[in-house]
């Protein structure tokens, strides 16, 4: 089935109620594993795919460089952005995109003729682990919310997809964007929603690397906007993360107290059950 807006899925019975508990820029625990070891981290709830809740997908982004990266299989992705950012400190002066362009063929849509995708950085593609097309099989997650005003928590698990300009796309995937958008194009919504000061926190420091006088210097800059960068060269680091949801967990704790699991039986199809809190 395609998401367009001849057969659109129906919007998951979860999602309008847990939608109108978010507050605008939600945090939540997104936990991962890799090698049998749990890592959990705080992430904002950026909304849905597409930007229609009938996907019933959530998008975070990510830095291509973070430890995370290795929990989806993308250590090598990982590898290569972190060398990538290894290239000499940005100068007012420097060329923003020191990064070999993998999308030289592709066309902004006219939505986003604002920024020059064609030009923007990505990791090398042959840095791409050749196993990591995003699939629903491997990398899982669960999100914990919770929403202490009406003590409700929610935990939703499933398989995370990577989505970037430089990653193989998720064409074996039941959702595909609507008629005449690519995911490419996703991927520019996603960032062109970002406020500059995130946008530029692409371009910083590798996540987890030693602290050198050199990051230091840089993350000094780009909190005063003197980095001479180009925000979009953070591009060749962005990293969206769709998370798509197999299972519902909702727990309130305010009487009626009350839990329900509610799981999905086939792409638009969820099976509700009322369990002992
Ligand atoms: C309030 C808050 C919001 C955050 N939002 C995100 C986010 O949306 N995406 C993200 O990758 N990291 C986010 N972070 C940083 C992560 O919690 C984490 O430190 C970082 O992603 C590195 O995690 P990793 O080493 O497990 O990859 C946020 C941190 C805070 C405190």
Redesign the pocket.
């Known amino acids: 089935m395609s998401f367009d807006e001849s057969h659109l899925p129906v919007t998951p019975t979860w999602a309008r109620e847990f939608e109108s508990l978010c507050e605008p820029s939600q945090?939540f625990t997104l936990c991962t594993v890799s090698d049998g070891v749990p890592?959990g981290?705080?992430?904002?709830f950026?909304g849905w795919l597409f930007d229609d809740r009938r996907s019933g997908v959530l998008v975070?982004?990510?830095?291509a460089r973070?430890?995370?990266?290795k929990d989806l299989g993308l250590d090598s992705y990982r590898k290569s952005a972190i060398k990538n950012s290894s290239s000499p400190e940005p100068s007012p002066s420097m060329n923003p995109s020191p990064f070999p362009s993998v999308i030289s063929n592709y066309k902004a849509s006219p939505s986003q003729s604002g920024i020059d995708i064609a030009n923007a950085s990505a990791a090398h593609i042959d840095d791409i682990d050749k196993n990591s097309t995003a699939s629903l099989s491997n990398s899982p997650f669960e999100g914990v919310f919770y929403f202490p005003k009406p003590k409700k928590q929610v935990r939703l698990s499933g398989q995370i997809i990577p989505l970037s300009l430089a990653l193989p796309k998720p064409t074996d995937y039941f959702i595909q964007p609507p008629p005449g958008k690519t995911w490419n194009d996703e991927v520019m919504r996603v960032w062109n929603a970002l406020s500059d000061e995130m946008r530029v926190s692409f371009h910083g420091p590798p996540?987890?690397q030693p602290l050198s006088a050199q990051h230091e210097k840089l993350l000094d800059a780009m909190s005063r906007g003197v980095d001479g960068n180009d925000p979009s060269s953070g591009l060749a680091n962005f990293v969206v993360l769709l998370l798509h949801v197999d299972k519902v967990d909702y727990v309130q704790l305010k009487q009626p107290i009350k839990r329900t699991i509610i799981t999905r039986a086939s792409e638009d199809e969820w099976n509700m059950q009322n369990v002992c809190p």
């Open positions: 945090t890592h981290r705080t992430c904002v950026r975070i982004t990510t830095d973070s430890d995370k990266m996540p987890g």
